[in-house]
């Protein structure tokens, strides 16, 4: 078990809606980085943060956005949800340092877009 | 951008067997991760390798870091059933803001 919660578990949204999505990192880390993974396909990078600043993007819209807390708890905001945002959002934490690129990840939330 | 390919797409396999995957890319990596992933959760970190040549065990997991920095290796020796997912290997893009991942392998213990 990683330490990285995320909630909810499952979630199901209507078209044209907004869903925010809250993830929990490991204790003593530092950056968070949210992924969404489709049915049969690896993760795809949305974008990690870092002392509450948005640090590097993967190829997804503005209406993807996200927040880091001081806590350093994290948040995916999707405006205008889409029939192809349905996927299994993760959430991943690791410590920026040599080896960052140690990316520990949650259980995911699973969103369906009707 | 990047691409990630791994071989097989999946294997079927008997209790005890041993495994051997790998994955290769278009571009140098100076890190491999691998990750397993069991059906409705997230990945979990199985090995990482930070230096080429480097050969790394987890238990009856085996990584290597190919010499080339464009491909990485993963054996199971002695496979088990719960050895039974999806194993992707990973590598940062630019630094720590992303990591790519690979096509993924699926794993099949035939009982």
């Known amino acids: 078990e990683t330490g990285v919660t995320q909630s909810p578990t499952h979630l199901i949204k209507t078209r044209g809606q907004q869903v925010t999505l809250r993830c929990s990192s490991q204790s003593g880390h530092n950056t968070v980085s949210w992924y969404q993974q489709a049915l049969g396909q690896g993760p795809q990078f949305i974008f990690q943060?870092?002392?509450?600043?948005?640090?590097g993007r993967g190829n997804f819209p503005p209406r993807f956005s996200g927040l880091q807390f001081p806590n350093y708890s994290s948040e995916l905001n999707v405006n205008a949800l889409e029939l192809d945002d349905s996927a299994l959002y993760l959430c991943?934490?690791?410590?920026?340092?040599?080896?960052?690129?140690?990316?520990?990840f949650g259980p995911g939330t699973r969103l369906t877009v009707t | 951008g990047q691409q990630l390919n791994q071989s097989p797409q999946s294997m079927f396999i008997q209790e005890g067997e041993d495994v051997s995957m790998n994955c290769t890319s278009s571009?140098?990596?100076?890190?491999w991760l691998w990750y397993k992933q069991d059906p409705g959760e997230g990945p979990v970190l199985l090995i990482a390798l930070y230096k080429a040549g480097e050969l790394t065990s987890n238990g009856r997991l085996t990584a290597q870091f190919g010499i080339t920095r464009k491909d990485s290796f993963l054996n199971i020796s002695a496979s088990i059933p719960s050895d039974v997912g999806i194993y992707f290997c990973a590598g940062p893009h630019f630094g720590n803001e992303k990591l790519t991942f690979g096509t993924g392998t699926r794993l099949t213990i035939i009982p």
């Open positions: 943060y870092y002392r509450e600043e948005e640090n």
């Open positions: 991943a934490s690791g410590r920026r340092s040599d080896r960052g690129h140690e990316q520990y």
């Open positions: 571009s140098i990596f100076n890190t």
